[in-house]
């Protein structure tokens, strides 16, 4: 039995979304409407920030909150950056914030007609 392939990609940034819940829809759609489709997912969970300290007595008030990660390349980072924050309405205080991380490599499943694109040379500008 011979040991299966591993493409590993190089080139990928993960963009990490903490945005109020409900709109995980918005943000995913976002990105995807600009051509990030692999590697995305969101989870539920609870925090509290310095706005949340404005509750009644001062008290820390728990916001649900929802957690999307997904996996891009470099070149697509910054319009997939932009398009989440204005789909998330980031720019409100308290709705959240975005940020990215250069990753060493990943691995995984990349169909064969995908890994002979990717493989490819680009063409020279000149």
């Given at each position: 039995m011979s040991k299966p392939t591993i493409t590993y990609l190089t080139d990928v940034v993960m963009v990490t979304v903490v945005a109020q819940r409900g709109h995980?829809?918005?943000?995913?759609?976002?990105?995807?409407d600009v051509?990030?489709?692999a590697g995305a997912f969101s989870f539920h969970t609870k925090g509290v920030g310095v706005r949340e300290r404005?509750?009644?007595l001062g008290l820390a008030v728990e916001v649900e909150m929802s957690v999307v990660y997904l996996l891009v390349s470099s070149e697509q980072q910054d319009i997939v950056v932009d398009h989440i924050y204005r789909a998330g309405n980031l720019a409100t205080p308290g709705m959240g914030y975005v940020y990215t991380t250069p990753l060493e490599k990943v691995a995984?499943?990349?169909?064969?007609?995908?890994?002979e694109r990717l493989?490819?040379?680009?063409?020279?500008?000149?």
């Amino acid at each position: 039995m011979s040991k299966p392939t591993i493409t590993y990609l190089t080139d990928v940034v993960m963009v990490t979304v903490v945005a109020q819940r409900g709109h995980e829809e918005n943000i995913l759609k976002a990105a995807q409407d600009v051509g990030a489709t692999a590697g995305a997912f969101s989870f539920h969970t609870k925090g509290v920030g310095v706005r949340e300290r404005l509750g009644l007595l001062g008290l820390a008030v728990e916001v649900e909150m929802s957690v999307v990660y997904l996996l891009v390349s470099s070149e697509q980072q910054d319009i997939v950056v932009d398009h989440i924050y204005r789909a998330g309405n980031l720019a409100t205080p308290g709705m959240g914030y975005v940020y990215t991380t250069p990753l060493e490599k990943v691995a995984a499943y990349i169909p064969e007609s995908l890994r002979e694109r990717l493989e490819k040379p680009k063409p020279s500008a000149g």
